[in-house]
């Protein structure tokens, strides 16, 4: 589906906090509801356009572009921004969340005019707590909530799953619903922007090694190598865990000579905890900086 709207809200930043908090009503464009949030940490206003629908269960892709203007009571814009082709509702920050750039606003402003127009393009939205034909028509317990997915499609990439729906009986699963959602966008091959994720990253590559699904390991992995190193050092020991071998090894790379330090302080600690390849990717990074 497509569509389009625009917000226009008044704010003051100082009454935002890093709650995002909702503002205005809702719109419906592309076929669904929408609501704008705003939050602020310091002086950076984040804004955020919400699905309404229930986010549970639901797979979903699509591109948005967007224009954002913010100015000040006086007309004045203080803030413009533009984006286009960006793989908006396969981002999930809060698995149906758009993140829009965040915006730097002068905090003695007392009020500030927001315009935000948001055009959706080819949206697909795919609610599992009903049969879809073709593509989710198998009940599954997850919890206490029946859904319904592809047993050709989580057979054929998780013997894990394989195992369950070869057994007669019925499938159930205990797991934290939101990562569960996240790794049925990989297995049904939905685009996934992790940048936005790496909050949940442990809890997916624990879900990965937990059903088996070695495809979705490799993806994730491709994924992961075209991310900065500095963004995944304090995920080093989920993704070593995980046997990510190359992208660990590009982590330990990016150490500062300062982190080297305080890891060969606690080497130990961190060998004990990390695979033999990556301890030695480790020793090896010291030994080339006390090179220099």
Partial sequence: MEGSTEFNIMFRPMDLSDTYRTVGGKKNFAGHNYLL?????????????????????????????????????DGEVKHTAKGSDV????????????CLPGMFADLNEEWF???????????????????????AENPIQ???????VS??????????????????????IQVDELDFVA????????????????????????????????????????KLLECRPSDLKKFLKEIDQCGMKRVAKKIVYSFTGK??????AKMLDITGALSKPTSEAIIERLLSMMSY
């Fill in 142 to 148: 997850v919890n206490d909530k029946q859904i319904y």
């Fill in 259 to 264: 982190e080297l330090r305080n890891l060969k």
């Fill in 37 to 73: 949030r705003l939050g602020r940490k310091d002086c950076k206003v984040a804004v955020l356009v919400n699905l309404t629908d229930d986010p549970t269960y639901l797979l979903h892709h699509g591109r948005y572009t967007y224009t954002i203007t913010i100015a000040n009571e």
């Fill in 151 to 172: 047993k050709a499609i989580l057979s054929a990439q998780s013997p894990f799953f394989a195992a369950l729906f070869s057994s007669g009986e019925k499938v159930q």
């Fill in 113 to 135: 005019h927001l315009r935000l127009q948001v055009k959706v393009d080819d949206l697909h939205v795919y609610a599992l707590s009903s049969p879809i034909p073709h593509f």
């Fill in 183 to 222: 790794l049925l966008h990989f297995l049904y091959g939905i685009p996934v922007c992790l940048k936005l994720y790496f909050q949940g990253m442990p809890h997916l590559l624990e879900l990965v090694d937990r059903f088996q699904c070695s495809i979705t390991k490799l993806l994730i992995e491709e």
């Fill in 87 to 98: 793989p908006g509702f396969s981002i999930f920050a809060f698995h149906t969340t758009v």
